[in-house]
Each structure stands twice: as structure tokens, then as C-alpha cells.
């Protein structure tokens, strides 16, 4: 079934109504720690869509064609990561040496990404979630935009809140995670629109 | 079922799918991030020809020239700042938490994090020309308390080091045991400038702490060791103004320098120097800080306790070296300040003494982070 919904509906679905940081809580450690700008979320956002969309689709290549014909399946998290991380790597290199502006953006950020575990999470589902390649490229464009929408309100949300008094114990981390769990409330209302999970 | 051609091909595949990547890195790394010859030049008058590719800091350390770093290039400290004329980019988000909007206009970058990717123009100040690396031998290691050690160093080469009493040097613990890379930790000179064969340290164990452990611990009377420096503008101002020292733990090593450098040049100016610890065994060398009296003449030595132990016979100060400060700086309107130790202490001491009218820019300090 699941493999035979339409792409933009997993791309939607990815975005509202399952939701990787907000309905798996995958990501949490950038997102907590990065989201105290909004510009600096936006960097580390842009960062995560288009290393979650390639990565993805290399995965679902290199699961396809090299992990299933040699029936190596149980593999795959040790494969993954290997193929992010120098994935992440080479294009830290790329950018670094074409766009100086682009580095500065964007660039900085993809060391805190490598081990980001929305990254894998989005290659493990599409995996136990059976999709096709071009499904797959969906799916993982799709959570990149839901991770960065997230990170994006959370940043507007603690620019409001950088004023308000907040007890003590709760400073920080506290607060964030606690609004984080307002929002995955608020994105629950989604639930009923597509359901991809 | 387990077989020895799963095992083989699982094996195989990996290490046919990791070598594909090694590979593209490497190459990638050769092409992609070879940066070539690159020229610094500095100050307007020196010309450096490096290889590019590596963070200015890593660069200009190899060419040997020291700019101060206390976190070794992560980007944590905010201290190997350094003006950059041309040639350095646009900021990163990694340096602008530590660059005001005034050092953005004048072009202040963060050396570890600006990388040498093309010919660049810097400015260093003159005196970090005078920062060296030497290598110097233990001349001897004692307990000064129960976790104060004084490390005296005897330098090897070059043989003569030329400080300000209050700057700190730079030691590089090397690779051991508990630690697989060599970081660098910054200290200050408790000797004074006129031994200028000898720099003298105190140094307070860290728990799990890299240098502080390696020197405690492993570190022996005769071996050999690295430094560099001097680094730091913590030093005696020359004015006439009254002087209040505030110092904590090994934050008495500087203090100590600087006093007996004011003793040396026969300085008449009204010095308090007030030592917060716990209880008297956690006290830095008080007889000999006591005797300083007898060669600088409007000297005080004031050690406050906060903690003394029970049926100590303790007649002096007690209570947090704050209070005890509040007590008898009855004003500070011709003061200066120079305090030493744990960041805590020192706002708290800050906060006192603006309160007794202490001008803000006439309090120097240097945190021990």
C-alpha cells in the first residue's frame, strides 16, 4: 500500500502529519542546541533538507543494488552511516572551495549533521517502509522541509520567549523541550490528512 | 545458517564500499581542497609562503609564530584573535559569538577558524613577535599545597625569556596515557622577570584535567618540556594609584610575580593583597607571601579563610574574600584593581569593588577558566 502512494502525498505527509522531529523526536540534539537564532536555523535547516533528499536517494541505491542482491540487509545501519558521513564530507569540501558564501550559510553546519539521527531515521524508515526511488527522494526532501519548518518555529518561538522570565530550573534546554512537545500537539491536528506511517 | 561465504561476502562488500569512499575523499581531498602555495604577509613588511588548506592559527604556528589559544583551535575561547586585512572571506557563524560590531569594522576574525585559502594580509600585534617556543628542564616539581604544585623550569633553548610579571606561558602536554593527542594549557608566571633563565608556575590538579594531571602525576624532576609565550596584558599599569590584588587557588602566581617585581624596582606605591581560600592547608605559600612586607614597604598580605577547619588557631580574616575586601577598602576612588582566579570569584569581586567606586577600567583581571 505504502508503496504505492503518490510522492507529493509522501512529500506532504513527511511534512505535517509524520513529521520526523516532531512525531519521532529524531534530531533533538541540533534542534535544541542550534534553534537559539533564527538565522543559524535557517542554515542548519537548508543544510538538512538537501542532505537528507541526497542521502536518501544514495542509500536507497546502494540498499537496492549492493545490500539486497547479496542479501546483506541486516547491514544497513553500519552501511548508511558510512555512505552519510562521506557523503557529508566531501560536499563540506565542495562547498568550502565554490562558494565562499554558501560555506558561511550553510557549510559550517554539515559537521553537526553527520551524526544527526533524523538523517539515518529517514534512510531506516524508507526502508522498512518499503518505498521506490523516486518515493524515497520525497520522502527524505519531504522530512528535510518538516525538520526545518520545525527548527525555523521554534527559533521564532525563543526569540519571543528570550524576554519572558523563566523559572530557574527550566532555563534552556527545559523550556525547549517543553515547547517542542506543544508543537508536536499542534502538529498532531495534521494526523488526520495523510497518514504515511 | 551461518557460513563461512556469508561472512565472506559481508566482509567483502564492506570493505569494497569503504574503500570506494576512502578513495573518493582522498582524491577529493587532493583536488578539491589542495589550496597551493598561498603568501601571508605581515604587518605590510613580512612575507610567509605556506601551504594553504589549514586554519591561520595551525599556519602561522608552524611558521612559528604564537598567537594565543587556549582551546587549541575549537573555536571556544575567543582568544586568537587577530586583524585580517584581505584574503580572509566573510565571517563565519562560528566566529561571530566572540567579535563585537567594532572589531567586525576592523576586520578582528578568529585565527583558528579563518582557513588560508588564498594570499592573505594580517596584522599581529608587535609584542606577540616576542612570543617564542622554548624548551626548558624541570628543575624541580613541590607540593605547595595539597593540590597546588610549583613547577619550576629551567629554560634549554632559546636560553633568555623577556616577560611582563602577570603574563602567562603555554605548555604542551605531550601525547600519554590518558590523553591520545597533545593539547596546550595556558599558565601563569609566578617567577619574577628578572630570572630571566627560569619560569616558575603553580599549578592546581584538575580532576580528570589533561595538563594539570600529566603534571602532577607524570611529570618528573629532569624531564624535558615545551612552551610558549609570553602571552597577556595582565601587568601592573605604571600609575600612582592605590593597588588592591584579589587572588584565588593558583591565582596567586601572577600576583605573586607582580609583587615581587614592584619589590625589585623599589616601588613605593600602597599595595593589599587579599587570598581567599577554604582553610589554612588550602593557603599558597603564606610565610613567603608575608615576607614580601619586608622588601616593599606599604605592602599588606591578607589571607581570608572561608572555611577554617575546627580548633584551628586562625586570628585572622574570615568569611568570603568579597566581605573581607568591603571591610577595609574604605574607598576606592584612588584605586586599581587586579584580580586573579575562578570566573565566579572575580564577578563577585568586580561587583564589590565598582560599589566602593572603583573605576570599571581600572579593575584588571584574568580568569582562570
Given at each position: 500500500m505504502n508503496a504505492d502512494m503518490m510522492p507529493a502525498a509522501i512529500f506532504f505527509g513527511a511534512i505535517f502529519t509524520g513529521n520526523i522531529l516532531l512525531s519521532n523526536y529524531l534530531g533533538m540534539c541540533s534542534f535544541l542546541s542550534v534553534s537559539k537564532e533564527i538565522k543559524t536555523s535557517t542554515g542548519l535547516g537548508a543544510a538538512v533538507i538537501f542532505v537528507m533528499a541526497v542521502t536518501t536517494l544514495l542509500n536507497w541505491i546502494v540498499y537496492h543494488y549492493l545490500l539486497i542482491p547479496l542479501h546483506l540487509e541486516y547491514l544497513r545501519f553500519i552501511v548508511f552511516i558510512v555512505v552519510i558521513a562521506a557523503f557529508v564530507q566531501l560536499v563540506e569540501m565542495i562547498i568550502e572551495r565554490v562558494s565562499e558564501g554558501l560555506y558561511a550559510a550553510l557549510g559550517i553546519f554539515l559537521p553537526l549533521i553527520t551524526v544527526n539521527c533524523a538523517i539515518l531515521g529517514v534512510s531506516l524508515f524508507m526502508v522498512i517502509r518499503n518505498y521506490s526511488l523516486v518515493s524515497s527522494f520525497f520522502y527524505g526532501l519531504g522530512s528535510g522541509v518538516g525538520w526545518f519548518l520545525a527548527i525555523l518555529a521554534m527559533a521564532g518561538i525563543r526569540k519571543k520567549i528570550a524576554g519572558a522570565s523563566i523559572p530557574k530550573g527550566l532555563e534552556g534546554p527545559g523550556i525547549t523541550l517543553i515547547i517542542a512537545g506543544m508543537m508536536a500537539l499542534a502538529f498532531m491536528g495534521f494526523s488526520g490528512m495523510i497518514n504515511i506511517s | 545458517m551461518f557460513s563461512i561465504s556469508t561472512l565472506l561476502i559481508s566482509i567483502g562488500a564492506i570493505t569494497a564500499l569503504t574503500v570506494f569512499l576512502a578513495i573518493i575523499l582522498v582524491v577529493a581531498d587532493a583536488f578539491i581542497a589542495n589550496y597551493g602555495e598561498c603568501k601571508i604577509t605581515i604587518n605590510g613588511k613580512k612575507e610567509l609562503t605556506v601551504k594553504g588548506g589549514r586554519s591561520l592559527l595551525s599556519t602561522l604556528m608552524e611558521e612559528e609564530i604564537f598567537i594565543p589559544s587556549a582551546c587549541g583551535g575549537r573555536g571556544s575561547c575567543g582568544l586568537c584573535k587577530l586583524r585580517i586585512e584581505s584574503g580572509a572571506g566573510q565571517y563565519l557563524p562560528t566566529e561571530l559569538p566572540w567579535i563585537s560590531k567594532e572589531e567586525q569594522a576592523r576586520n578582528v576574525r578568529l585565527s583558528c577558524q579563518v582557513k588560508v585559502k588564498n594570499d592573505m594580509e594580517i596584522l599581529i600585534p608587535?609584542?606577540?613577535?616576542?612570543?617564542k617556543q622554548f624548551s626548558a628542564k624541570v628543575e624541580s616539581l613541590k607540593d605547595l599545597t595539597y593540590d597546588i604544585k610549583e613547577l619550576r623550569l629551567k629554560l634549554i633553548k632559546p636560553e633568555i625569556i623577556e616577560f611582563k610579571a602577570g603574563q602567562f606561558v603555554q605548555i604542551l602536554t605531550p601525547e600519554y596515557k590518558l590523553s591520545d593527542e597533545q593539547v596546550f594549557r595556558a599558565y601563569s608566571v609566578s617567577s619574577v622577570p628578572s630570572e630571566t633563565d627560569v619560569v616558575e608556575l603553580e599549578i592546581r590538579l584538575v580532576p580528570e584535567g589533561i595538563c594539570t594531571t600529566w603534571i602532577h602525576q607524570y611529570l618528573k624532576e629532569g624531564d624535558t618540556v615545551t612552551i610558549n609565550g609570553p602571552y597577556g596584558d595582565f601587568h601592573l599599569r605604571d600609575t600612582e594609584r592605590d593597588i588592591v590584588c584579589i587572588a584565588g587557588g593558583s591565582g596567586n602566581a601572577p600576583i605573586k610575580s607582580i609583587l615581587l617585581d614592584m619589590a625589585e624596582k623599589g616601588n613605593r606605591r600602597k599595595v593589599s593583597y587579599f587570598y581567599g581560600a577554604r582553610s589554612r592547608r588550602d593557603l599558597v605559600l603564606p610565610e613567603e607571601m608575608a615576607e614580601i612586607t619586608k622588601r616593599l614597604p606599604n605592602y599588606k598580605y591578607i589571607p581570608v579563610l572561608s572555611n577554617p577547619d575546627e580548633g584551628e588557631d586562625w586570628d585572622g580574616e574570615t568569611g568570603w574574600v568579597t566581605d573581607a575586601v568591603a571591610r577595609h577598602l574604605e574607598s576606592g576612588d584612588n584605586v586599581e584593581a587586579y584580580l586573579c582566579g575562578s570566573p565566579g570569584m572575580i564577578d563577585a569581586c568586580i561587583k564589590v569593588l565598582t560599589e566602593k567606586g572603583v573605576p570599571g577600567e581600572l579593575i584588571f583581571y584574568d580568569k582562570f577558566a
Open positions: - | 608587535e609584542e606577540l613577535f616576542s612570543v
